[in-house]
């Protein structure tokens, strides 16, 4: 069974960096999009940083010129570089795999990480 394994979070100040990593195992299958997504208590679970299949990219406002997404070329990790930390950013983050739909009938799968707490100190 696929699963996916994010590491990298921590306890940082502002200002600072941190780089997520989320590690995918098991038959995926072809990947649609690649994301980050992040939830704090009483809040729902925004999208913060996505890459498709082709490679585009898309960022939620509030962390543009601020984080990266990338991947590796067999799409199997995918990472969330995050510079100029903010306490607002403080949040669990949890990476998301969505794969392609390819027959009716056939839905794509959807993969979520076990999250992992970033938290920004002011």
């Known amino acids: 069974q696929v699963q996916l394994v994010e590491s990298g979070g921590g306890l940082v100040q502002a200002g600072g960096s941190l780089r997520l990593s989320c590690a995918a195992s098991?038959?995926?299958?072809?990947?649609?999009?690649m994301s980050w997504y992040r939830q704090t208590p009483g809040r729902v679970r925004d999208l913060v940083a996505g890459?498709?299949?082709?490679?585009?990219?898309n960022y939620a406002d509030s962390v543009k010129g601020r984080f990266f997404i990338s991947r590796d070329n067999a799409r199997t990790t995918v990472y969330l570089q995050m510079n100029s930390l903010k306490p607002e950013d403080t949040a669990v983050y949890y990476c998301?795999?969505?794969?392609?739909?390819?027959?009716?009938?056939?839905?794509?799968?959807?993969?979520w990480g076990e999250g992992t707490q970033v938290t920004v100190s002011s």
């Open positions: 998301n795999v969505v794969t392609e739909t390819v027959a009716v009938g056939m839905s794509g799968m959807e993969y």
């Open positions: 890459i498709s299949r082709g490679g585009r990219t």
């Open positions: 098991g038959r995926i299958g072809d990947v649609k999009s």
